[in-house]
């Protein structure tokens, strides 16, 4: 039942316990390219470079992750949201969504006005830093300032390794979060996907589980993806432009957080 935004909206609206997964698509139109389209970062990058054990084993590698920070962290850290996160912000505010659970690191959902206990970050989040040993937090500013003054391997006071607050290649997820995410998708009576290509997993398997709980299903996305058989509504197209219809559809008032 492709492109239909009025059955969409009618399962949105109508949904008491709503859980979106949001993917890197999401954010393409706040100016933040994904990995797998044509120039997107993995055709900048060479993701096989920045594996949790390398980035561990080796002061070089680490030296150059800071280096691709500092080229790709203020993208993330400037950009502003898109309709398609002011959507979803709204969508919490009208009531019924339980939870959104991205797989993006851009804190762009937070931005737009989703409250922050409502937002899984299961890939964790670009804008932080954390302790490998002691697990101290702090801004990502500050540590790339570090580095850009000639800190070429920045540690902890602890003397642990201080890596962006991201999940890389080979490392292991938040057990917590990722908990979470499947327990609220068995939970869910509506289930929507906004930007993913679906085949990242763990995160891609959890619109699975909500439909196998009973869960209706609406993809968003530009292309196809593995999971739109199953779906009760599939939405080709612009995630912004779509969202915004269905927020038209539903009436719900779209503002700037
Ligand atoms: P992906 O790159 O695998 O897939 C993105 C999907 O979104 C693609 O199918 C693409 O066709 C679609 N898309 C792109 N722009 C769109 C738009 N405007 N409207 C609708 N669809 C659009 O991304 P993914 O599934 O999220 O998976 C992988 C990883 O990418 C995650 O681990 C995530 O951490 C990481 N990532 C995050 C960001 C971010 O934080 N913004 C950016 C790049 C990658």
């Known amino acids: 039942m492709p492109g239909d935004i009025a059955a969409a909206a ?3 609206g109508n949904a008491k316990r709503l859980v979106v997964l949001t993917g890197a698509g999401v954010s393409t139109e706040s100016g933040i390219p994904d990995f797998r389209s044509p120039g997107g970062i993995w055709s900048k990058y060479d993701p096989r470079e920045f594996t949790f054990d390398r980035f561990c084993a080796s002061a070089e ?6 280096d691709m920070g500092a080229s790709l962290y203020p993208m993330l850290r400037d ?9 979803l912000a709204a969508l919490e505010r009208k009531g019924g969504l339980q939870r959104i ?12 006005g989703s409250s922050a206990e409502r937002v899984i970050e299961i890939h964790g989040t670009a804008l932080e830093v954390a302790c490998l040993s002691c697990g101290w937090r702090t801004d990502r500013d500050s540590i790339q300032q570090r580095f850009a003054d000639g800190d070429r391997d920045p540690h902890c006071d602890c003397g642990g390794l201080l890596k962006p607050a991201t999940i890389s290649f080979g490392q292991a997820m938040p057990e917590r979060e990722t908990a979470m995410a499947f327990e609220d998708a068995e939970a869910a009576d509506a289930f929507l996907v906004v930007g993913s290509s679906l085949v990242v997993y763990p995160a891609a398997s959890i619109p699975g589980v909500a439909v196998e709980h009973g869960a209706s299903l609406v993809i968003v996305n530009r292309e196809e993806t593995p999971y739109d058989t199953h779906a009760d509504v599939v939405l080709q197209g612009t995630a912004g432009v779509l969202l915004a219809e269905i927020a038209a559809t539903l009436d719900l008032p779209i503002t700037d957080a």
């Open 10 to 12: 009618e399962i949105l």
């Open 61 to 66: 590698v680490r030296a150059g992750y800071w």
């Open 79 to 87: 950009a502003e949201p898109n309709a398609a996160h002011r959507t």
């Open 101 to 112: 659970v991205t797989q993006n690191i851009d804190g762009l959902h937070q931005k737009a």
